[in-house]
């Protein structure tokens, strides 16, 4: 397939590279990521030109609508946009009217699975959009992604994203204060995790990436919580969930109380650079009456 590859950085290239390992004619366009693993365009108009599928893997909401006005203009008819960055609703239904307003398919497909599953190809992708359109597409999350799920219309791939990470998030920072409480009621950690993991309030945050060091299988937590899935991008992702929710008049205070603690975490107490789990030490460090 005759595919371009629009923003190169940590997740876009290594799954560009994957879609060229498997034999697929892909042109890459990126203002300042100059990977060597695939041919460049001199900018993102002339990548897409020809293109059969346009990928994208940008920062946002913002620069996603600014690349979809300079590309559609010049996209082939019946061509598809697959937008795989983690970008607000809003903005995922816009840019998908736009495509079809001018003849061409569009799904948003955020994935997870981070930098280690884009390089391994690996990454589970969720997918809004036609049938038609996520039927073109299926080949390639097949070589970029072990799993594919096509959640029905445009926009809710990212309201899958988005919805599955702030339970992510919760439960997170749910996990991390009761292993506070347990410190300092006098549980030992790998008592509290041979129960907890073993009993109702098991989760994935405690039996598959415990933020305790030396407890559980290997997670960030033995690796001094080098990211994993950066604290930032938790917060991004929670603040993508309670914007969703204030447009969509849904009740989530749990969502926006965990928004306030990784927004306090990583713009005022160090947790930039940090993974998500390293909220843990920082519930060890804190008595009741801090706030
Ligand atoms: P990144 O910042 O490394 O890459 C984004 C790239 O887009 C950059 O290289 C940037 O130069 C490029 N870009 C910016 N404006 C552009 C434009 N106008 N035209 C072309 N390219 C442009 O970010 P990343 O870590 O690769 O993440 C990309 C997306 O994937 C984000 O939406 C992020 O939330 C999501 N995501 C990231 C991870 C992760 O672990 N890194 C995991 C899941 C989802």
Request: charged content about 15%; glycine content about 12%.
């Amino acid at each position: 397939m005759k595919v371009a590859f629009i923003g190169l950085g940590n997740m876009g290239a290594p799954m560009a590279a994957n879609l060229v390992a498997a034999g697929h004619e892909v042109i890459g366009c990126d203002p300042v990521a100059r990977p060597d693993s695939l041919p460049l365009a001199a900018n993102n108009a002339e990548a897409v030109t020809g293109a059969e599928v346009v990928i994208t893997m940008l920062p946002n909401g913002a620069i996603l609508r600014a690349v979809a006005a300079e590309i559609y203009p010049v996209m082939s008819p019946g061509g598809v946009h697959v937008d795989c960055s983690t970008v607000d609703v809003e903005s995922a239904r816009a840019v998908a009217d736009q495509a079809a307003a001018a003849g061409l398919g569009a799904l948003d497909a955020p994935v997870s699975g981070g930098i280690g599953g884009a390089a391994a190809g690996t990454l589970t992708f969720m997918v809004g959009g036609s049938d038609a359109a996520f039927a073109t597409v299926k080949p390639l999350f097949d070589i970029m992604g072990q799993k594919a799920v096509h959640c029905g219309a445009s926009g809710n791939g990212q309201a899958a994203k988005i919805c599955n990470n702030m339970i992510l998030g919760v439960t997170m920072i749910a996990t991390c204060e009761a292993f506070a409480l347990a410190d300092k009621l006098g549980l030992d950690r790998q008592s509290m995790f041979d129960v907890v993991s073993t009993s109702s309030g098991y989760s994935w945050t405690m039996n598959a990436y415990c933020p305790a060091p030396g407890v559980g299988p290997k997670s960030p937590a033995d690796n001094g919580y080098k990211p994993g899935f950066a604290s930032e991008l938790m917060l991004k992702d929670l603040t993508l969930s309670q914007m969703a929710a204030a447009a969509a008049d849904a009740d989530t205070p749990m969502g926006q109380m965990a928004m306030d603690l990784y927004k306090d975490f990583v713009e005022t107490e160090g947790g930039r650079g940090t993974d998500f789990s390293a909220m843990l030490p920082r519930f060890e460090k804190r008595g009741r009456s801090v706030t």
